[in-house]
């Protein structure tokens, strides 16, 4: 949140300067009135100065006076007039900034809450995602456990047989040192008997 730009109820709405200026030209007329005829009489006695027509420099003098005059009656007028105005104005004003301030820290207060929102809903995206891929590995495990464990118990009665085919070689092999090994070839007891006998006779 540090690298965010502020909200946007810190914007400034305040009255600019020329907003201020129209607002006294639309309550006081008169004053912008007196100081544009004061400052037209004295461009027109300048001139007639430089004309060299004293008559008109002093009539201009004189209307310049009676502009000034002018205006220092409507300011006083205005004062008079907009007195209790003025009051009542600034305590408008005064409310209404209570206002739009109470408001921007509404706002404030929102768009930290809804901010708030956003992170923890990021946070459990996240969070899910590691769950998600804790549990595929998890899985991918037990089935290589499986897999692994399958194997073992596929070769153990093989190595069973070739561990009991080894035993028996070596019984038999035991039995041919002990004489007990039985002859390959398959006569009976009684032919066994009669060659015996055979070779006596021929003794």
């Known amino acids: 949140m540090a690298d965010r730009s502020m909200p946007s109820s810190f914007d400034d709405d305040r009255e600019t300067g020329f907003q201020k200026i129209s607002r006294k030209l639309r309550e006081e007329p008169l004053i912008p009135l007196g100081t544009l005829l004061t400052v037209l009489a004295v461009v027109n006695a300048w001139r007639a100065m430089r004309r060299g027509d004293h008559a008109q420099v002093q009539r201009m003098f004189r ?3 009676g502009a000034q005059a002018f205006t ?8 008079a007039y907009y007195g209790a105005d003025r009051e009542k104005r600034k305590e408008l004003i005064k409310l209404e900034a209570q206002k739009r301030a109470e408001e921007r820290h509404q706002k404030w207060l929102h768009e930290l809450e809804v901010r708030d929102e956003e992170d923890k809903q990021l946070k459990a995206a996240m969070k899910r995602r590691q769950e998600r891929v ?3 590995r998890a899985e991918e495990k037990e089935r290589a456990a499986k897999a692994e464990t ?6 153990g009665p093989a190595e069973e047989k070739k561990e009991g085919s080894n035993v028996l070689g070596a019984l038999s092999n035991a039995g041919v040192w002990f004489g007990t090994k039985k002859s390959d070839d398959p006569k009976t007891p009684e032919e066994n008997k009669a060659q015996d006998g055979g070779s006596e006779k021929k003794a």
Do not use: L, T
Request: hydrophobic share 50%.
């Open 150 to 155: 399958a194997s073992q118990d596929a070769q």
């Open 134 to 136: 804790q549990q595929r």
């Open 72 to 79: 220092v009656m409507a300011m006083v007028a205005g004062g």
């Open 63 to 65: 209307a310049r006076v």
